[in-house]
């Protein structure tokens, strides 16, 4: 796993020891920030939950979003996000956490969601962090090709779905404004 593009380009990332972590592949990484690199300023204020890893908000961090908040529940995978940031030279523009309860509503403009393939319902997942995209932010799903992703989910709508291998990412809209 490496970063693709940026300023941590060619940065070589390490994997977890163990396979309930599912790295998203650079591929399918590469996909996505073709379709995300017009919308990361240096203002972008990015959201990776489910990091696993950390890949996919080191990669919005080399591309230049001003900060990126990692989400992950799991211990291990906050240990790695941290090995993987220091790895880069990242020493500041991030914060790694283990929900998004203590985040602000309408705070984040790009959100990127991986949960586990086999989770049981991904309307609450993406329920989950509705309410923290900002006015005219976007929120990215990754799901498995073979379970198609709701289109709708409170404010946000599914704009597009690309297709990758066994892999799908659905993108969401979030309302241009807060009513």
Request: charged share 25%.
């Amino acid at each position: 796993m490496r970063i693709i593009a940026g300023t941590y380009r060619g940065r070589t990332l390490k994997s977890p020891a163990d396979t309930r972590t599912r790295p998203t592949s650079d591929r399918l990484r590469e996909t996505l920030f073709n379709v995300l690199a017009p919308r990361i300023a240096d203002d972008t204020r990015f959201l990776d939950l489910c990091a696993g890893t950390g890949a996919i908000g080191i990669e919005a961090l080399s591309r230049g979003a001003s900060h990126v908040t990692f989400v992950d529940r799991d211990p291990r995978a906050m240990k790695l996000i941290d090995e993987n940031l220091r790895l880069c030279g990242v020493r500041e523009r991030y914060v790694i956490i283990r929900t998004p309860q203590s985040l602000p509503a309408g705070s984040i403009d790009l959100a990127v969601l991986d949960p586990p393939y086999d989770e049981p319902d991904l309307t609450v997942s993406i329920a989950a962090a509705d309410h923290l995209i900002a006015p005219g932010g976007l929120l990215v799903l990754e799901h498995a090709r073979r379970r198609p992703a709701p289109e709708q989910v409170g404010r946000l709508r599914m704009s597009r779905d690309l297709v990758s291998g066994d892999s799908a990412l659905a993108f969401y809209e979030g309302p241009r404004d807060q009513s």
